[in-house]
């Protein structure tokens, strides 16, 4: 590396950090002293910066790993200090190996001879839109998996209620399955409670509702059942 070493230094008080499900490896230098790790929690995020500001750091920057890097990113931001967030590609250290020692002095003399970027970070508003909407998808792909479990319990019965009705957790859908789920085997009597808007007749309905009733069954068409009501 003696050809790099000569590049000028551009950040002189530089930090480099190698961010860990764990532990976060932290670089102030390129000597062994000048490498410490630290822990993941509230208290060790705030060991980290008043061990930064005894050293004079005034400029950090870290690799963003999964999103173990979020909370100490806003500790240090918050405590004052310009810190850089950086993509693995402008980090890849040289072939051969690797440690989280020399991962961390890599990234921290990288960023002093001025050789890494900040990556895009969207403001707090799109961050948190950006939570909720993640969230919303979660429980949407959640709903219909509980939604396509139930329809499985009806076909394994051979309750064909998903071709009658568009939606089998539709206001006549519930009522039908909770009827079922209260005793109820009349088809004709299940029938009736579909709305009056539905398209299908209550002569088709029944006969979608002419099954096998195997407890097994039933017991777990309680329980999808019951979970949809649960997150609904």
């Given at each position: 590396m003696?050809?790099?070493?000569?590049?000028?230094i551009i950040h002189a008080h530089a930090a480099g950090i190698d961010v860990g499900s764990r532990l976060h490896y932290l670089a102030i230098g390129q000597g062994k002293d000048h490498v410490r790790s630290f822990g993941v929690y509230t208290q060790d995020h705030q060991e980290m910066i008043r061990y930064l500001k005894e050293n004079g750091i005034t400029t950090i920057a870290m690799e963003s790993t999964g999103n173990y890097w979020q909370t100490l990113f806003a500790a240090l931001e918050k405590a004052g200090f310009e810190v850089i967030l950086v993509c693995g590609s402008q980090t890849k250290n040289v072939k051969g190996r690797k440690t989280d020692v020399q991962d961390c002095q890599w990234i921290q003399w990288l960023h002093s001879v001025g050789m890494l970027s900040h990556s895009f970070i969207p403001s707090e508003w799109f961050f948190n839109l950006r939570i909720y909407s993640r969230q919303r998808l979660k429980y949407i792909h959640h709903?219909?998996?509980?939604?396509?479990?139930?329809?499985?319990?009806?076909?394994?019965?051979?309750?064909r209620l998903e071709v009658a009705l568009n939606d089998v957790t539709g206001k006549s859908g519930r009522d039908i399955i909770e009827a079922i789920l209260k005793g109820e085997r009349n088809p004709v009597a299940l029938a009736n409670l579909a709305d009056y808007r539905v398209k299908k007749s209550r002569e088709e309905?029944?006969?979608s509702l002419e099954g096998n009733w195997e407890a097994a069954h039933l017991f777990v068409l309680r329980q999808h059942y019951n979970e949809r009501l649960l997150h609904n």
């Open positions: 003696k050809k790099e070493e000569k590049l000028p709903q219909t998996a509980i939604i396509n479990q139930i329809q499985k319990a009806l076909r394994a019965m051979n309750l309905i029944a006969l």
